[in-house]
């Protein structure tokens, strides 16, 4: 069965800084993986997927992960914080149920803050 | 504009009292899903369908129904027999061609708070 697990609930960096959000993810299968972000009272927007075409996934908002097969992980990074990055960030993958009913398994989330 | 629309956006009723939530899309997806937000514990399943007059239990189904008449509609109704059902509820929807890397578009949200 598909897992995913975000090390790190609460994430802070200062702006201009290097923004690292970890996820980690178990599956029997090759994966498909998401990232989206959230912002308050909001609904979920789409940062970047993989689907197994290439491993280094550039999403928008200059935000990219990095598929790591022998790490199982895709850890979402971005070069230089900026106070609007201030969110929920999920990370997400993507299963093959019975009947072939699809869906997100998804993480417990990470609230990243940017300090001036 | 393409999208999906969630109704109301803030929702209070008070305690066994049945109440529906509004999700459509204009996006002509074939797939749509409710889920419950609750803080720390990200987003869990309630529902979803794949197709029209077709749906299943997602990971938390009980105390909610659904249904899917119509494409682009698939409204939830929170029953009185949801124990704890405030809650912030998203509803999703993705694929015109069920592939697994469809990506889910999500409306704005429903905050349900029970009085």
């Known amino acids: 069965a598909q897992s995913v697990t975000q090390l790190g609930s609460h994430v802070s960096v200062s702006e201009g800084a290097l923004v690292l959000l970890r996820c980690n993810y178990s599956?029997?299968?090759?994966?498909?993986l998401f990232w989206y972000v959230q912002y308050p009272n909001q609904g979920l927007q789409l940062l970047l997927k993989?689907?197994?075409?290439a491993t280094l996934v550039k999403g928008i908002n200059d935000f990219e992960a990095e598929f790591k097969k022998s790490e199982t992980s895709f850890h979402l990074t971005k070069p230089s914080a900026h106070m609007s990055d201030a969110a929920e960030y999920f990370c997400?993958?993507?299963?093959?149920?019975?009947?072939?009913?699809?869906?997100?398994?998804w993480g417990l989330g990470t609230s990243l803050a940017v300090n001036p | 504009d393409g999208g999906i629309t969630q109704s109301p956006k803030y929702l209070f009723r008070k305690e066994g009292q049945n109440v529906t939530l509004s999700c459509e899309q204009n996006?002509?997806?074939?797939?749509m899903y409710w889920y419950r937000q609750d803080p720390g514990q990200g987003l869990r399943l309630i529902y979803y369908?794949?197709?029209?007059?077709?749906?299943q239990k997602g990971d938390i189904a009980e105390g909610y129904s659904v249904s899917r008449e119509k494409k682009e509609s698939f409204p939830l109704t929170v029953t009185s027999a949801q124990k704890n059902p405030t809650a912030f509820y998203l509803c999703?929807?993705?694929?015109?061609?069920?592939?697994?890397?469809?990506?889910?578009?999500f409306g704005p949200g429903t905050r349900l708070t029970v009085l």
């Open positions: 999703a929807s993705s694929g015109t061609g069920g592939s697994i890397t469809d990506t889910q578009y």
């Open positions: 996006l002509n997806h074939d797939a």
């Open positions: 369908s794949q197709i029209v007059n077709d749906f």
């Open positions: 599956s029997s299968v090759p994966p498909y």
């Open positions: 993989y689907t197994s075409a």
């Open positions: 997400a993958v993507s299963s093959l149920g019975a009947g072939n009913n699809r869906k997100l398994i």
